[in-house]
């Protein structure tokens, strides 16, 4: 009956350690993760991904497709079951051993029964049972950062194929005005009204306009492709709407105030290796414990001959420390516990050096964000009001007006590049905050037109 009660002491949890993954997740990206088991659950999970399709993604709701929809999240919360299976079966002793032998000879039959348990197994159970207890807590950190860097790329994506969508549509814009003037300086030329440099200039300019679309418009592709994949979304899905700009700055930066002490107590990675570390600090208390008796075994045995009376006894099975006397178990247990606990003093002083650049990287693209939107791109619409004016007048050539046209747009192109900057550093900075170390980000070019030609006269 105690051997029964022990084998069945552990059980499996309700929601498998996924409520504490939910939560850790909502704290950084104010949504929760939900593990299909079924195929009821799939099917609610792609019945809601159907639902957010219907309109232009924002950033949030791609997040979300992104949470219910991509297949390699799933495949690694999986991990989750088999980190709580390991602590299960921590909780519960190994199946007994039963073994059988009988003998005959000069009319004489011999048998021998004997049933064994593993006594060192439940000696080290509560302790074994901790181990494994840290090591699942440290799966459920593990699943909650895999959710949250997926949300991390599929922000980073998303702005990136926002912005590069933003950059083709204002460098066609360049490129319709170059095939204007490339056409105009053609029959100028040819009427004799032009010379033949100036209209060659203006040809090579269309000339690389007309590449720099091409790029940008593979860009645009590749950008999209990865923000789909990251959705998990195949055949119709993917043909998903993106909005036509990405979203306005805001109208003042984030506080960000004890920054180095909130990336220390709330970075992922950081809970990762501490949890890791103790984990290692108690299987070397486990080790220690264990050095000189690696198997101890003890059970029932009984032996009956022919003709004669069953004899009942006990048997215990012990490893001899002869030859191996468990110190260099101990001692790599030792090294290895060393080994992370300088790795979380290391990955500490990282943390805050990457909290503090990150900071300033946000504040510099927020600055120049800031700096297009309310300086540059205004003031060149003044020149081009001007220069509009200037050309009713007859005061200059429509030349230089389509010249003036291609800078202005050539300066809301790069205004749109800040302004996407700026919000691939904020997700940096939210990263090394809360996450871990931020992602180089992958973007686009900044794809500005090329110089505008000297214009004709």
């Given at each position: 009956?105690?051997?029964?009660?022990?084998a069945g002491?552990?059980?499996?949890?309700?929601d498998?350690?996924?409520?504490?993954?939910?939560?850790?997740?909502?704290?950084?990206?104010?949504?929760?993760?939900?593990?299909?088991r079924?195929?009821?659950q799939?099917?609610?999970?792609?019945?809601?991904?159907?639902?957010l399709?219907?309109?232009?993604?924002?950033?949030?709701?791609?997040?979300?497709?992104?949470?219910?929809?991509?297949?390699?999240?799933?495949?690694?919360?999986?991990?989750l079951?088999?980190?709580?299976?390991?602590?299960?079966?921590?909780?519960?002793?190994?199946n007994?051993g039963?073994?059988?032998?009988?003998?005959s000879g000069?009319?004489?039959v011999?048998?021998?029964?004997?049933v064994?348990?593993?006594?060192?197994g439940?000696?080290?159970?509560?302790m074994?049972?901790?181990?494994?207890?840290?090591?699942?807590?440290?799966?459920?950190?593990?699943?909650a950062?895999?959710?949250?860097t997926?949300?991390?790329?599929?922000?980073?994506?998303?702005?990136?194929?926002?912005?590069?969508?933003?950059?083709?549509?204002?460098?066609?814009?360049?490129?319709?005005?170059?095939?204007?003037?490339?056409?105009?300086a053609?029959?100028m030329?040819?009427?004799?009204?032009?010379?033949?440099?100036t209209?060659m200039?203006?040809?090579?300019?269309?000339?690389?306009?007309?590449?720099?679309?091409?790029r940008?418009?593979?860009?645009?592709l590749?950008?999209?492709?990865?923000?789909?994949?990251?959705?998990?979304?195949?055949?119709?899905?993917?043909?998903?709407?993106?909005?036509?700009r990405?979203p306005?700055?805001?109208?003042?930066?984030?506080?960000?105030?004890?920054?180095?002490?909130?990336?220390?107590?709330?970075?992922?990675?950081?809970?990762?290796?501490?949890?890791?570390?103790?984990?290692?600090?108690?299987?070397?208390?486990?080790?220690?414990?264990?050095r000189?008796?690696?198997?101890?075994?003890?059970?029932y045995?009984?032996?009956?001959?022919t003709?004669?009376?069953r004899?009942?006894?006990?048997?215990?099975?012990?490893?001899?420390?002869?030859?191996?006397?468990?110190?260099?178990r101990v001692?790599?247990a030792?090294?290895?516990?060393?080994?992370?606990?300088?790795?979380?003093?290391?990955?500490?002083?990282?943390?805050?050096?990457?909290v503090r650049?990150?900071?300033?990287?946000?504040?510099?693209?927020?600055?120049?964000?800031?700096?297009?939107?309310?300086e540059?791109?205004?003031l060149?619409?003044?020149?081009?009001?001007?220069?509009?004016?200037?050309?009713?007048?007859?005061?200059?050539?429509?030349?230089?007006?389509l010249?003036?046209?291609?800078?202005?747009?050539?300066?809301?192109?790069?205004?749109?590049?800040?302004?996407?900057?700026?919000?691939?550093?904020?997700?940096?900075?939210?990263?090394?905050?809360?996450?871990?170390s931020?992602?180089p980000?992958?973007?686009?070019?900044?794809?500005?037109?090329?110089?505008?030609?000297?214009?004709?006269h």
């Amino acid at each position: 009956m105690t051997m029964a009660a022990l084998a069945g002491c552990a059980s499996f949890s309700d929601d498998g350690g996924l409520k504490q993954v939910s939560e850790l997740t909502r704290e950084r990206i104010a949504q929760p993760v939900v593990l299909q088991r079924d195929a009821a659950q799939t099917e609610t999970a792609q019945a809601r991904v159907s639902e957010l399709l219907k309109a232009p993604l924002d950033v949030d709701a791609a997040v979300e497709v992104a949470l219910l929809s991509n297949r390699d999240l799933q495949a690694q919360l999986a991990n989750l079951g088999i980190a709580e299976a390991d602590l299960v079966r921590a909780g519960r002793l190994r199946n007994p051993g039963v073994s059988f032998g009988r003998l005959s000879g000069n009319g004489v039959v011999e048998y021998d029964r004997t049933v064994m348990f593993d006594l060192l197994g439940l000696l080290t159970m509560p302790m074994a049972r901790q181990i494994e207890q840290q090591r699942f807590e440290r799966a459920q950190l593990q699943a909650a950062q895999d959710a949250v860097t997926l949300a991390i790329n599929t922000r980073r994506a998303y702005f990136n194929a926002v912005g590069a969508q933003e950059q083709l549509r204002y460098l066609q814009q360049v490129k319709e005005t170059a095939d204007i003037a490339n056409e105009l300086a053609k029959r100028m030329a040819q009427a004799g009204n032009f010379n033949r440099l100036t209209q060659m200039r203006e040809q090579a300019f269309y000339a690389d306009t007309t590449a720099q679309v091409a790029r940008i418009q593979q860009q645009s592709l590749a950008d999209r492709e990865r923000l789909t994949r990251l959705l998990g979304l195949t055949g119709a899905r993917a043909k998903f709407q993106l909005p036509d700009r990405l979203p306005e700055l805001p109208k003042q930066t984030l506080e960000v105030r004890g920054a180095e002490q909130t990336a220390m107590e709330k970075r992922l990675d950081i809970q990762i290796a501490r949890r890791q570390t103790d984990a290692l600090a108690r299987a070397l208390g486990l080790t220690q414990s264990t050095r000189m008796v690696n198997v101890l075994e003890v059970g029932y045995q009984n032996k009956s001959e022919t003709g004669l009376q069953r004899a009942n006894g006990y048997e215990i099975s012990l490893e001899l420390p002869i030859f191996d006397f468990g110190t260099a178990r101990v001692a790599r247990a030792e090294a290895t516990y060393l080994q992370a606990m300088n790795r979380v003093a290391a990955l500490g002083v990282q943390a805050q050096s990457e909290v503090r650049e990150s900071h300033a990287a946000y504040r510099t693209a927020y600055d120049l964000a800031r700096y297009y939107r309310d300086e540059v791109v205004p003031l060149r619409k003044r020149i081009s009001e001007e220069n509009l004016l200037r050309y009713n007048g007859m005061l200059i050539s429509v030349f230089e007006l389509l010249a003036d046209a291609r800078e202005q747009v050539a300066s809301v192109n790069n205004a749109v590049v800040s302004l996407r900057d700026f919000w691939i550093a904020q997700i940096n900075l939210d990263t090394a905050l809360t996450v871990g170390s931020p992602i180089p980000a992958t973007v686009s070019p900044t794809s500005s037109p090329v110089a505008a030609p000297t214009p004709g006269h």
